[in-house]
């Protein structure tokens, strides 16, 4: 199934040409890939074939399995066994006998060899059965503890009969995933000061949202994702070349959302808001090009090295995770981030942005805010995001001083990690984040 039937599509179902997040043994390893009758996973040391997840639901589990051809995944039918309350409640009762005391870990407890593994694999056994023979094979497992016999259990699942997550890549899952992996390729912006970010700029459906975008794509793919195929994006920059916006296409938008994100620099849309036609910029551009080298582009050639920098950015994206690069080359997601049209912006002139929003932890703060605030239309709210401090106190000093905005308030959202059967070491995790209502002043009032 191509991505072209974009209205016949069950967004709950994988198919050709989707991007999907695979969570490997329980978030051990998370994956971004394209499915693709010819897209591989190498999961430990096997590479297995991602076709069997085409067609499949988003949330199915699969494990790799051992067959003629080599591994492969097979589905996982989850079971309703053990769900008995009475049942449960005398397997506590037998446990509060057991402890770990007498345990001594001195690699004698296991009878199966390595030797007994590879035949039995070279048998066809699954990797179910290997590790049910390791655990009736072990002389202490039957003295441990519910709790150490669970764990035990899934150290061995983990090696021998690996698992995989089918995930749906949205806001949430994106955000986390690279988080965890990459931080540094989203600023360090948490799900949770995203989620503000979204509601302080009330992001809501047919809304016109201006975004400066200095994250990966995340804060447009988020923003698109909330508009739901309703309003625009404008993501905005600063310069000749736009900001890179790769992660937009793992969100798996369908043409119609793609045309809704456009892109516009900030040069044209401040002159365009002060009075300036677009033939007189054209004709400014050519004579300064004639008295001294061009310092701005043909739209034209910015959709050009637009198109250029998305490419060149697909192997740096392809080494880092561990998919083939063979599977970006079979099948490509609809594009986003056309230049806006002539339309657009003079709509967008007439009436203004409804919203802002800033990611942008490599600008200044003050200067980007105060270049764009007057875009916005009447009580229009913005949000910023920053991982430290004093930019955005800063920039909020200035704001109160200039009567630029009202409501103005800064904000630490963190998260804090509480220590876990799967947490060894808790962490807190800060941000900082402002938010306010713009207010036009006086003079523009007047004009």
């Not at 693709?36 to 069997?52: D, E, F, M, R, Y």
């Not at 007439?350 to 932890?361: D, K, Q, T, Y």
Request: glycine share 6%; with cysteine.
């Amino acid at each position: 199934m191509s991505l072209q039937n974009d209205s016949t599509q069950n967004p709950r179902v994988t198919w050709e040409g989707c991007s999907v997040l695979l969570d490997i043994n329980d978030g051990d390893r998370l994956v971004f890939a394209r499915l693709s009758p010819a897209a591989t996973v190498k999961i430990g040391n096997k590479n297995c074939s991602l076709q069997p997840l085409i067609g499949c639901p988003f949330g199915s589990l699969f494990q790799v399995d051992n067959g003629p051809k080599g591994p492969y995944l097979s589905l996982v039918v989850p079971s309703t066994e053990g769900n008995d309350l009475h049942e449960t409640k005398e397997y506590q009762l037998k446990d509060e006998s057991k402890d770990n005391r007498a345990l001594v870990d001195n690699n004698k407890a296991q009878n199966l060899t390595g030797e007994d593994i590879d035949e039995m694999r070279r048998q066809g056994a699954t990797g179910e059965e290997i590790v049910e023979a390791l655990i009736s094979n072990s002389a202490t497992y039957e003295k441990k503890t519910s709790f150490s016999q669970e764990k035990y259990r899934l150290k061995k699942q983990k090696k021998y009969s690996p698992r995989v997550l089918l995930r749906r890549p949205f806001c949430r899952s994106i955000c986390e995933a690279y988080f965890k992996k990459y931080p540094a390729r989203i600023g360090f912006l948490r799900v949770d000061t995203l989620s503000l970010l979204l509601s302080m700029a009330n992001i809501t459906a047919h809304s016109d949202v201006l975004v400066v975008d200095m994250v990966g794509g995340l804060l447009t793919g988020a923003v698109a994702e909330r508009l739901g195929g309703t309003g625009y994006v404008c993501n905005a920059y600063l310069g000749d070349t736009p900001y890179s916006i790769d992660i937009v296409r793992i969100f798996n938008f369908s043409g119609e959302i793609c045309k809704r994100i456009v892109r516009s620099p900030v040069a044209g849309l401040c002159s365009i808001q002060d009075g300036v036609s677009k033939s007189e910029i054209q004709s400014n551009e050519q004579i300064s090009s004639q008295d001294s080298f061009p310092h701005s582009i043909s739209t034209e050639e910015t959709s050009i090295s637009s198109e250029n920098g998305t490419l060149d950015l697909i192997p740096e994206m392809m080494t880092a995770s561990p998919t083939p690069p063979q599977v970006a080359r079979t099948c490509k997601s609809t594009k986003a981030g056309e230049s806006a049209s002539q339309d657009a912006i003079n709509l967008w002139k007439e009436n203004g942005f409804s919203s802002l929003l800033i990611a942008a932890p490599e600008l200044d703060a003050w200067s980007i805010v105060e270049e764009l605030l007057p875009l916005l239309s009447y009580s229009a709210s913005f949000a910023i995001y920053h991982q430290y401090l004093q930019p955005l106190a800063t920039c909020m000093h200035n704001l109160q001083l200039g009567k630029m905005a009202i409501g103005l308030q800064i904000s630490e959202p963190w998260l804090r990690e509480y220590q876990g059967s799967t947490i060894k070491n808790p962490s807190v995790h800060a941000d900082e984040c402002i938010w306010g209502v713009y207010s036009k002043r006086d003079k523009d009032l007047q004009q």
